[in-house]
């Protein structure tokens, strides 16, 4: 059974920076396509940043180019979101999935997190 926790979100204030993990068990995430999306409230579920089984990375929202980076730790079975210069419009809560390849439809998603919460506020 694929399991995924999600850990890292709190409460930061504008310009300051937060790194998410999404810790994998039942499975490997190196073999899957790994995606972080985050839903604030009364809004969609969107899609940030996405890591493909090849190492290959994605960004899925033009927002956060240049400040939001995906990466992974295959000895540690983990996902991490290294997030920088956060704005207000960041905070939601942010969720790891897992499926066989990218892509910023989260319906296309079978496995997912509990999500952990961000919030961005001075």
């Known amino acids: 059974q694929l399991q995924i926790a999600e850990s890292g979100g709190g409460l930061v204030q504008p310009g300051g920076s937060l790194r998410l993990s999404c810790a994998a068990s039942?499975?490997?995430?190196?073999?899957?396509?790994i995606a972080w999306f985050r839903q604030a409230p009364g809004l969609e579920r969107e899609g940030v940043s996405c890591?493909?089984?090849?190492?290959?990375?994605?960004n899925l929202a033009d927002s956060v180019k240049g400040r939001f980076t995906i990466s992974r730790d295959n000895a540690k079975n983990t996902v991490y979101l290294q997030m920088n210069s956060l704005k207000p419009e960041d905070t939601g809560v942010y969720y790891c999935?897992?499926?066989?390849?990218?892509?910023?439809?989260?319906?296309?998603?079978?496995?997912w997190g509990q999500g952990t919460q961000v919030t961005v506020s001075s």
């Open positions: 999935a897992a499926d066989l390849r990218c892509t910023a439809a989260p319906q296309f998603f079978a496995s």
């Open positions: 039942g499975f490997t995430v190196a073999h899957w396509a």
């Open positions: 890591i493909e089984s090849s190492g290959e990375t994605t």
